[in-house]
C-alpha cells in the first residue's frame, strides 16, 4: 500500500506562490508516476501537472503551464508542486497521486493512490 500525505497550502494573496510537497511511503517511491490534481467547490477534479517516475517527462496543464512547477526527489520519496503568480481560480484542494510504472499520466482514473489533498486559498 502507498500512502500520500500533502502539505504546504494555505491563504495566499493573488500574485502569491507557495510550495506544495507530499511525501510518500509505503513502496518504493523511484517505480511511481506522480501527478497533481485539484478540486474546487462545485467542480470536477482536474488535472494540474504530472510527473515519471524518473523525473524527466514532466506535463502541465495549459491553465498552469509557466507558473506551476512540478517536480521529485526520489532520495526524499517527496514530490513537489511549486505554484506561482497564483490567481483567485487557483483556489482549491490540491490533491497528489501515484501509479505504479514510468508515465506520465493526466487522468484522475488512472491513478491508484492518493493523498487527502491541502488546501490553496488565493485572495484577490
Known amino acids: 500500500?502507498?500512502?500520500l500525505v500533502e502539505s504546504g497550502g494555505g491563504l495566499v494573496q493573488a500574485g502569491g506562490s507557495l510550495r506544495l510537497s507530499c511525501a510518500v511511503s509505503g513502496r518504493t517511491f523511484s517505480d511511481y508516476a506522480m501527478g497533481w490534481f485539484r478540486q474546487a467547490p462545485g467542480k470536477e477534479r482536474e488535472f494540474v501537472a504530472a510527473i515519471s517516475s524518473s523525473g524527466g517527462v514532466i506535463y502541465y496543464a495549459d491553465s498552469v503551464k509557466g507558473r506551476f512547477t512540478i517536480s521529485r526527489n526520489n532520495a526524499k520519496n517527496t514530490v513537489y508542486l511549486h505554484?506561482?503568480?497564483l490567481?483567485?481560480?487557483d483556489?482549491?484542494?490540491y490533491y497528489c497521486?501515484?501509479?505504479y510504472g514510468d508515465s506520465y499520466l493526466?487522468?484522475?482514473g488512472q491513478y491508484n493512490y492518493w493523498g487527502q489533498g491541502t488546501q490553496v486559498t488565493v485572495s484577490s
Open 106 to 108: 493526466s487522468k484522475a
Open 83 to 85: 505554484v506561482n503568480s
Open 97 to 99: 497521486a501515484a501509479v
Open 1 to 3: 500500500q502507498v500512502q
Open 91 to 93: 483556489t482549491a484542494v
Open 87 to 89: 490567481k483567485p481560480e
